[in-house]
């Protein structure tokens, strides 16, 4: 079955760049029916979509506005797994930090999930 | 404040039907993008519970059913069981922001 797992540290210095990795497993990235998300739970912005991956023919990417001018996600298709790093990040970035599958067969519901990785913002 | 409105808590007594709303506008629900739902036992991740507004996953038990109509939609939860206790969220997708948007999500309590 398709599975989803997540790496990266869990404590980042303010100002400093967020990097998480998410591999992929009985799926592939560059999947024509399928987009690869991060998605981001904390108690004060609750449950918030922060931007996707995928491959149609070529690579699109989709960022949420709020996040659009910090982040990129980025494909490697040697290693099957997709990433994302935040730069400039603050203690409001502090949460739980999950990567997920949407698949077109389920009207791109977020089908499968990450352990998810809890990430510190502080000095 | 989450684009998506969703109750902060309902509860009910094992067996019985509890529903909750999410209440969406013109650019999301209203604007016909599909609905989803999800269900976060403490500690883990969410799991999908219901996608395209009514259908469910295989595995996922008939007790639960969504529906939409017009900016709003519903899950409701019959024969309710204590496995049911979770936070529960829908999802769609906001045209004006140009991403998925999630509710704020329901605590449920089995009483």
């Known amino acids: 079955q398709v599975q989803l797992q997540q790496s990266g540290p869990g404590l980042v210095k303010p100002s400093q760049t967020l990097s998480l990795t998410c591999a992929i497993s009985g799926d592939s990235v560059s999947s024509n029916s399928a987009a690869w998300n991060w998605i981001r739970q904390s108690p004060s912005r609750g449950l918030e979509w922060l931007g996707r991956t995928y491959y149609r023919s070529k690579w699109y990417n989709d960022y949420a506005v709020s996040v659009k001018s910090r982040i990129t996600i980025n494909p490697d298709t040697s290693k099957n797994q997709f990433s994302l790093l935040m730069k400039s990040v603050t203690p409001e970035d502090t949460a739980v930090y999950y990567c997920a599958r949407a698949s077109e067969g389920l009207d791109d519901a977020f089908d499968i999930w990450g352990q998810g990785t809890m990430v510190t913002v502080s000095s | 404040q989450s684009v998506l409105t969703q109750p902060p808590s309902v509860s009910g007594a094992p067996g019985q039907r509890v529903t909750i709303s999410c209440t969406g506008s013109?650019?999301?629900?209203?604007?016909?993008?599909?609905v989803h739902w999800y269900q976060q036992l403490p500690g883990t991740a969410p799991k999908l519970l219901i996608y395209?507004?009514?259908n469910r996953p295989s595995g996922v038990p008939d007790r639960f059913s969504g529906s939409k109509s017009g900016t709003s939609a519903s899950l409701a939860i019959t024969g309710l069981q204590a496995e049911d206790e979770a936070d529960y969220y829908c999802?769609?997708?906001?045209?004006?922001?140009?991403?998925?948007?999630f509710g704020g999500g329901t605590k449920l309590t089995v009483l």
């Open positions: 999802q769609s997708y906001d045209s004006s922001l140009s991403g998925s948007v």
């Open positions: 013109s650019s999301n629900i209203g604007a016909a993008y599909d």
């Open positions: 395209a507004s009514s």
